[in-house]
């Protein structure tokens, strides 16, 4: 073998029987090669095989590369698919079904579902493979649709009866899968319409009631008034009072008067009699007072005059035998008014009763 320098390296121009001029030995094993040296010449050498994957053979004139291990196993497939590692060294294949569902299967392997069919989905079976399957509809109320692609949800019956109410107000069920609304007014009482619906009352007026009538709706009205009875509506409330009558309470402290009640004469002219029964109650002896009060009085309709008054003590305890009662004119009214004892203090009530003619 000759060579020629190129640089500082020498390069094999003709090989006879292989040598170096260094001395370098000739190869002389099996599977060697002659492998590049950076820092001089090139040595014999066998090719080093990785730990796992290949394996490399030198032979005479031969050097045979192999797979091995897992390559060996995946080299080894036969069949087509998803290749999964098994165990170590160990591949297989799962096919695969176009458009199926693919899930995990048992020893590393992949299954199919499907392929699925308009509206189905994988659902779940515990300890299971999934499968495929539709959504079930309820009885009523929701419809569900399997389309390519696509599952469709409606509502049906009653529900979309109840979606498709325009108005507002309270609602209510007046045949199968069929609704309507009643508005409701506020501050109004509400009570049963024809059809399951619900009808307003009102709103009530100050003193109105909610009043029935048979057969037919109820009305708002105010209670009407009787002989000898009078009815007052207020906000919210009624007062019930006798007519021609009045009742008040006072109390007097010592020898000193207190009004108790105060009769309006009003705007027309006449005649009055009066009737009041007074009672006083003095807690320390502890002692009463009975006090029956008669007498008349006047109106132009503008001013009153007291015409006469008849006092009867119908019973009083000693320690009140000085206490006195009178009717007094006052402006266009009558007025009791008691007149208590030095060093008592009395609590009073009285109750009038009264009759006008013009």
Do not use: C
């Amino acid at each position: 073998m000759t060579t020629s320098p190129v640089g500082n390296i020498n390069r094999v121009s003709r090989v006879d029987n292989i040598s170096f001029d260094n001395g370098t030995s000739i190869l002389d094993t099996d599977g060697q090669v002659w492998i590049g040296n950076s820092a001089g010449n090139p040595g014999p050498a066998t090719l080093t095989q990785p730990a796992a994957g290949i394996t490399i053979t030198g032979g005479a004139n031969s050097i045979t590369f192999a797979l091995a291990n897992d390559l060996s196993a995946v080299e080894g497939i036969a069949t087509t698919g998803v290749a999964s590692r098994t165990a170590a060294d160990t591949w297989a294949t799962s096919s695969i079904t176009q458009n199926a569902v693919i899930v995990g299967a048992a020893g590393e392997l992949l299954s199919n579902i499907g392929p699925l069919t308009d509206g189905q989905l994988p659902i779940g079976s515990t300890g299971n493979p999934p499968v495929a399957a539709s959504l079930t509809q309820p009885a009523a109320g929701i419809t569900i649709t399997g389309g390519a692609g696509s599952i469709t949800f409606a509502l049906a019956n009653d529900l979309a009866a109840v979606e498709g109410l325009a108005g507002t107000g309270l609602s209510s069920r007046t045949a199968a899968d069929t609704w309507t609304t009643s508005s409701v007014t506020q501050n109004a009482i509400l009570y049963g319409g024809a059809g399951q619906t619900v009808s307003n009352l009102g709103p009530l007026t100050d003193g109105q009631l909610v009043i029935g009538s048979s057969g037919l709706a109820p009305n708002a009205a105010t209670l009407a008034t009787g002989t000898g009875i009078t009815v007052t509506n207020g906000a919210g409330v009624i007062t019930i009072a006798a007519a021609d009558a009045a009742e008040g309470t006072g109390q007097t402290i010592g020898a000193v008067t207190d009004d108790l009640v105060t009769v309006a004469l009003g705007v027309t002219a006449g005649n009055y009699i009066f009737k009041a029964y007074i009672t006083g109650f003095e807690s320390t002896g502890p002692g009463g007072a009975f006090i029956e009060l008669t007498g008349g009085g006047r109106t132009t309709g503008a001013a009153s005059t007291k015409v006469s008054t008849t006092v009867k003590n119908i019973g009083s305890d000693a320690a009140l035998v000085g206490v006195t009662a009178d009717y007094v004119a006052n402006v266009n009214s009558i007025i009791v008014r008691v007149t208590g004892v030095a060093g008592l203090t009395i609590n009073w009530n009285a109750k009038v009763t009264y009759a006008f003619v013009s």
